[in-house]
C-alpha cells in the first residue's frame, strides 16, 4: 500500500541470486548477501533479511537460490519457496532412498532437484554410503518431490 493509500501495482519478479555469505543455523531471521541476477542481464547486490532456517544445508554459501523480487528493490528479494525445498523435504526423500517411508512423489522441478541433489552429494561425499545407496539417494530426487 503507497503512502496516499492507493494499493502498489508492482508485482514481484523472479531471478536468481548466488549466496555470498554464510547461512546460519539460527530460527531467526538472518541477513544474507546476495548478487542477484536479473533477466535483463543486470546484477545487483543485496542483504535481505531472510527467513531460512527451513532451507538451512540447502542454501548454502556459493550457490545459486531462485528468488522473487520488486523490480529495482533488491532488497525486497525472498527466497521462492515454491522451488526451494526446505531441508525436511530432502532428508525425507533421502530416508526413502535408503528404505524409509515413501514420501509422495511429485513432477520434477529443476531448482529442486538442483538444490536437492546438490545437499545430497554432501551427505554422499561423506563416504558413509555405500555407491548403490548414493545412486538411489540421486534416483529417488531426480524423480521429483
Do not use: C
Request: charged letters at 20%; aromatic letters at 6%; glycine letters at 8%.
Amino acid at each position: 500500500m503507497s503512502p496516499f493509500g492507493k494499493k502498489s501495482t508492482e508485482e514481484m519478479v523472479s531471478a536468481r541470486a548466488i549466496v555470498l555469505s554464510p547461512i546460519w543455523p539460527t530460527t531467526g531471521l538472518q541477513s544474507v548477501s546476495l548478487a542477484i541476477q536479473l533477466d535483463d542481464g543486470r546484477t545487483v547486490f543485496a542483504s535481505p533479511t531472510l527467513g531460512i532456517s527451513a532451507y538451512f544445508g540447502v542454501i548454502h554459501a556459493g550457490g545459486w537460490v531462485p528468488i522473487k523480487l520488486l523490480p529495482d528493490k533488491p532488497d525486497s528479494a525472498e527466497i521462492d519457496a515454491e522451488l526451494v525445498p526446505e531441508t525436511d523435504d530432502v532428508v525425507a526423500v533421502i530416508s526413502e532412498a535408503l528404505g524409509g517411508p515413501a514420501v509422495q512423489p511429485v513432477a520434477p522441478n529443476e531448482w529442486r532437484v538442483n538444490l536437492g541433489l546438490q545437499f545430497a552429494e554432501r551427505i554422499i561425499s561423506g563416504g558413509a554410503l555405500s555407491a548403490a545407496q548414493a545412486e538411489a539417494i540421486r534416483s529417488r530426487i531426480r524423480a521429483g518431490f
